[in-house]
């Protein structure tokens, strides 16, 4: 991790769960990362508690609702503006509808598909074009995946099928974006999918956290965090394409 010692990386969806752990490790490592999400005052307690701690990187709280294409591309420029070059791209924003698609009214299938695709292409682009504006030859793009991009997911406490959509075609988009940068004469931008299994955040609704008898059963955020430096701190000639992680004993 230390050649990404100083340089900026964008965390979106870093107010809670895995992002804010996400945005916690990258800033502890040194790297002064752009937290992401709507809700700016959690972002200004992590920026504030990163600072009490020591952390030798900071993070910079940037209030945005990635549902909206205006919205990524503000960050970005932000981003621009005031710091520079992106080094690394961490997409982890993401929503998710429990009710089955015949129960989801036309705003929230609009939103998930904005939020989870559209925002994660949109900002695939803009950080690549970051990198080639400022010559950041080994970038590195992660974006947070699912099991549910690789299988359907067929519970009784939940529906995953629209959330499951996206997610599937977030594992063809990062195959995509791979092949994308390769064709950038000189750069060596890397591209990771990293799929969880369950993890206990509040984007699971609680009967099914309470359904694994075994607290130990079920995924922390920290994992999906280690997983995310495991992947940066590979030596640059190593690509960690997929990276599935997930309980021990999970039947998906």
């Keep these: 991790m230390e050649r990404f010692a100083g340089r900026v990386a964008v965390v979106t969806g870093a107010s809670a769960g895995i992002g804010a752990c996400i945005a916690s490790d990258l800033a502890k490592a040194g790297m002064v990362v752009v937290g992401v999400a709507r809700r700016r005052d959690r972002l200004q307690d992590l920026a504030a508690s990163l600072k009490a701690c020591g952390a030798t990187g900071r993070l910079e709280a940037v209030q945005a609702d990635l549902s909206s294409v205006e919205e990524v591309r503000r960050v970005f420029q932000w981003v621009e503006d005031n710091l520079g070059a992106v080094s690394v791209l961490v997409n982890n924003a993401a929503v998710i509808h429990h009710k089955p698609t015949q129960e989801l009214d036309l705003t929230k299938i609009q939103n998930i598909i904005a939020t989870n695709l559209t925002a994660v292409t949109v900002g695939c682009k803009e950080a690549i074009g970051s990198m080639k504006k400022h010559d950041i030859k080994d970038g590195h793009i992660i974006t947070i995946n699912s099991v549910a991009g690789h299988v359907v997911i067929n519970s009784p406490l939940m529906s995953l099928s629209l959330y499951s959509s996206t997610k599937h075609a977030i594992t063809a988009l990062c195959r995509g974006v791979r092949f994308d940068v390769q064709r950038i004469p000189g750069f060596k931008i890397r591209v990771t999918s990293l799929s969880p299994g369950a993890v206990d955040t509040d984007m699971l609704p609680r009967q099914y956290v ?42 998906w």
Excluded: W
Excluded at 215 to 221: C, G, N, Q, S, Y
Excluded at 233 to 246: K, R
């Design 210 to 251: 309470k359904s694994f008898a075994d607290p130990e059963r079920i995924l922390k955020p920290s994992n999906v965090s280690n997983a995310v430096l495991y992947a940066l701190a590979c030596p640059p000639s190593v690509e960690i394409t997929e990276l599935t992680i997930q309980p021990i004993g999970e039947a």
